[in-house]
């Protein structure tokens, strides 16, 4: 199959190796994230509050949800859209120069949280077809099991759970 540049692409292969979807350049950078800033599974990663750090999270995201954890990958492309999300709200809405991302999984859930120094709470908004910004807590609503926010004498956690299945 032809590549927008003319390229042949490689194909997407089905079947057992669907948790295999991840290229192998999206490992590498997902592995120098880790390198860099460390696992959000094991300690708290603290990320720069700069729109290019949301991608950040995404990779690490993505990465310890197939990688680590080995769960499927519409877990994953969910737990990624709402890390988006979460971590949007905190470079656009806390002025915070840093924020924390830390990932955390019991038996049959996962829980993603994102810590700020804001204690500016997050509002969900009705959301209307035309909107063209403000569906970032829409969607965490819409895809997670359950969400919200725990206020800390300095700052606050936003985050999210979703139940996963255990093997």
């Keep these: 199959m032809a590549g927008l540049d003319g390229m042949d692409q490689p194909r997407q292969r089905g079947g057992a190796t669907a948790a295999r979807w991840v290229p192998a350049a999206e490992d590498g950078q997902a592995a120098e994230a880790l390198e860099l800033y460390g696992n959000p599974a094991e300690e708290d990663v603290r990320l720069p509050s700069r729109p290019e750090s949301a991608a950040v999270a995404r990779r690490l995201t993505q990465w310890v949800v197939l990688r680590q954890w080995a769960l499927g990958p519409q877990i994953a492309e969910h737990a990624v859209l709402l890390v988006s999300e979460l971590v ?80």
């Design 88 to 167: 949007g709200n905190a470079v656009r809405h806390t002025g915070a120069r840093v924020f924390a991302l830390r990932m955390l999984r019991r038996r049959g859930w996962i829980r993603i949280e994102v810590r700020d120094p804001s204690r500016g709470l997050p509002c969900l908004m009705p959301v209307h077809e035309l909107d063209t910004s403000g569906r970032g807590l829409f969607l965490v609503d819409k895809l997670s099991d359950r969400w919200g926010v725990d206020l800390a004498p300095r700052g606050k956690t936003t985050w999210f759970e979703m139940r996963v299945g255990d093997r």
